[in-house]
């Protein structure tokens, strides 16, 4: 049987087309708002009908991300499709790749969804990233541990996000224990980094090769979870420019189509170290949306249609405060209080269900300095929270 060929995306596609995106949850819907403002249709492919996208989509399919036939008869019936989650088994996403372009290309979600993977590139490509080695039985572990010295941190090879799949040994007899816990399935360790902050850079590529960057943002974390973003970094013009550097060559060498996230360390000594990828939009951008000419979510549904990318310019210093589900431990929280401090705005996810450590939506503030942003997303999400 011969297999008819893959359906190129007309530059650009127009007003009224239909975009796919895999997922359901809030990046999905924050995708499908801005593909609707620019004219698409918008179908999501989850696997609960009861999701955030569901409130912004034309219509939700609800499969299973295993299930590559399932999912190739829906990304027939579309004309472009993008992904809200690194994690779909590649075999689907190839599948539905033989059918209708994905963006980006299930190559670059082998690459990024596996730690080892995504290592080995780095490394091939001559991106600085932390020491490491795979780690596949407990006597590679202790190996590992001997070559990297200790503290390490012990990570998971895939599905890892928000601190879990991970494990800290601080000396020989963490070994055995964070090995019953990770493995049997392929790990990594990493040597410990005395970084002095974290930063991550937003951006996006479109088929063209062109590529539009956002401003690096300073991240701080709680419990393993993103809590605050902030932009400008406040940092030397020099570490700057090399993160956005680094991040377009991530991106060309990646051959991305689509948004993309480096995560950096930044050491007290000044020099970066990428930390993660993540070839799609990210929580750490969230503040585009309310701070930037153009927002993450509007440059990906640009790049799968073929338009040209939109302008990255920052139209004020921001900062992003994530919710999670403990906001809700006291009840309903004070969305009055919290909007009444100057320059926030509010986006809840639609999510019925506040678990603990759940992300239910976010707070961004505007403000003439990214102190002063700080400080009042900070006290909105408190007021609202009555923490």
Known sequence: MVRPPVREVSVPLPPGATLGVIGGGQLGAMFAMAAKRLGYRVEAIG??????AAHHCDRVHVVSFADAAALARVAAGLDAVTFEFENVPVEAARAMAAVVPCRPAPDVLFTTQDRAREKAFLVRHGFACAPHRIVRSVEDLRAAAVALGLPAVLKTAAFGYDGKGQRRLESESDIDPAW?????????????????????????????GDVAVFEP???????HI????SAPANLPAVVLDEARTTASRILAALDV????CVEFFVTRAGTLLVNEIAPRPHNSGHLTIAACATSQFEQQARALSGLPLGSTRQLAPAAMANLL?????????????????????????????PRPGRKMGHL??????????????????SLACRS
């Open 325 to 353: 589900g403990e906001c809700w431990a006291g009840g309903e929280p004070d969305w009055s209080a919290a909007l009444a401090v100057p320059g926030v705005s509010l986006m809840l996810y639609g999510k019925s269900d």
């Open 364 to 381: 961004t503030a505007l403000a003439p300095t990214v102190e002063e942003a700080i400080a009042n997303v900070t006290r909105a999400r």
């Open 47 to 52: 696997d609960s009908a009861d999701c955030p």
């Open 257 to 260: 189509v689509g948004v993309t």
């Open 226 to 229: 993103l809590d605050v973003s």
């Open 180 to 208: 019953a816990a990770l493995g049997p399935a392929e790990c990594v360790l990493e040597g410990w980094v005395d970084f002095d902050c974290e930063i991550s850079v937003v951006a996006a590529r479109g088929g063209t």
């Open 217 to 223: 943002s300073r991240n701080v974390h709680a419990r």
